[in-house]
């Protein structure tokens, strides 16, 4: 019994994080694994002959090119489930990259931090396509690496995440909302590790250029060969205020129905450590060894970086005149769980080290939806 107590509190290595991953990111999609059911799109592309190079247009060039690459043809079969397991892969490989990024003596409990990344209901439609699943699946892969990517050289630091974004970009543009989100739980971290305020500073200096530099790849890239309509943002002449207004009630409307029987109870319960975390966090703040002004800083900004977080649940999509919120363009939302569960990390760890197992609860509800 101690030695199974012990596995849950003792620091694992890259493999054990690797296959903790693996195995957890594989189960969430057995049932679509099993059921093998294509989407109407699916079902298009498959017995269109241009499907190939129907991405492209979309400004998706880079997953027009995984498909070519992957079948050895332009007409681009439906070689389902050969992509998921791809994503799957790279997936848990990120997912391990970005746990030692944020604990570099990672436990289990660490783990469940970042697993919400995947484990997030509304990504399930996103991975219910049999063609566009995967290539969603790999474009947030590759945002999560332009948050851990680490090189001495700063040109480097510089050029590989902003690379990493323009081609998460040209798999699916929605991944941008989730690297903005995982740029603002960076920001927060900073400032619970106490980090100096320049290297604060700096932080977010290099995560602003990085997010330009690969969105000016992606515009010379992949974005020339998209249709003129698919870009059209609200008519600002037509009170776009009321429109941004109407488009954010219909995302409140989709996450919302999240929210009901235990569902309810367990989020309630997840928010409510959050928030304990979110305090712990604000004390360590105040506690920092720095100007007045600088802490002050620091906290608005902070406070300022969570309702960013909810607003790129849909974020970017809310400004295009062709507004769908779909559970497919709610990607942002995979971040604010993971924002809701570091926070809760730093409440119950506090008290005690195993206390942080609690968040497999909402994991394992988050599981059955899945199933469900």
């Known amino acids: 019994m101690g030695r199974f107590s012990d596995f849950f509190s003792k620091e694992l290595g890259r493999r054990q994080v690797w296959l903790f991953f693996l195995l957890t990111t594989f189960v969430y999609v057995v049932p679509l694994l099993l059921a093998d059911y294509p989407y109407i799109d699916d079902n298009w592309r498959s017995l269109s002959a241009a499907a190939g190079s129907a991405w492209a247009e979309q400004g998706r060039l880079f997953t027009e090119l995984f498909y070519i690459l992957l079948t050895f043809s332009n007409a681009a079969p ?72 680490r090189s001495p050289s700063r040109i480097v630091n510089w050029l590989v995440p902003s690379f990493l974004i323009a081609l998460a ?62 870009t059209l943002l609200l008519n600002w002449t037509a009170e776009p205020l009321l429109q941004l207004h109407v488009n954010i009630a219909r995302v409140l409307e989709k996450v919302v129905l999240l929210f009901h029987g235990g569902f309810a109870w367990v989020f309630a319960g997840l928010l409510l450590c959050a928030i304990a975390g979110a305090v712990r966090l604000g004390l360590n703040v105040v506690a920092r060894q720095d100007s007045t002004a600088n802490k002050m800083l620091i906290g608005l900004i902070c406070v300022l970086a969570l309702p960013v977080v909810i607003l790129l649940v849909s974020g970017m999509a809310l400004f295009f005149r062709d507004f769908n919120e779909g559970a497919r363009t709610l990607m942002g939302f995979a971040v604010l769980l993971l924002l809701l569960f570091y926070l809760s990390h730093l409440a119950l760890a506090r008290i005690h080290e195993r206390l942080p197992l609690l968040l497999m609860i909402p994991l394992l509800a988050m599981l059955s939806l899945s199933y469900a």
């Open 169 to 230: 970009l040209g798999l699916y543009q929605v991944s941008f909302n989730v690297f903005l989100g995982l740029c603002c739980l960076e920001v927060l971290r900073g400032a619970n590790d106490k980090l100096a305020w320049p290297q604060w500073c700096e932080l977010i200096g290099w995560k602003i250029s990085q997010a330009i530099l690969g969105c000016l790849i992606y515009a010379v890239s992949a974005y020339p060969f998209t249709q003129q309509k698919r």
């Open 78 to 149: 439906n070689i389902f489930p050969l992509p998921l397991l791809i994503a799957v892969l790279a997936m848990a490989a990120a997912l391990t990259s970005l746990t030692f990024h944020y604990y570099p003596q990672p436990t289990i409990a660490c783990c469940l931090v970042t697993l919400p990344l995947w484990y997030n209901p509304f990504f399930l439609q996103n991975l219910s396509y049999q063609y566009d699943g995967p290539a969603m699946a790999l474009s947030v892969a590759a945002v999560i690496y332009a948050i851990t990517f």
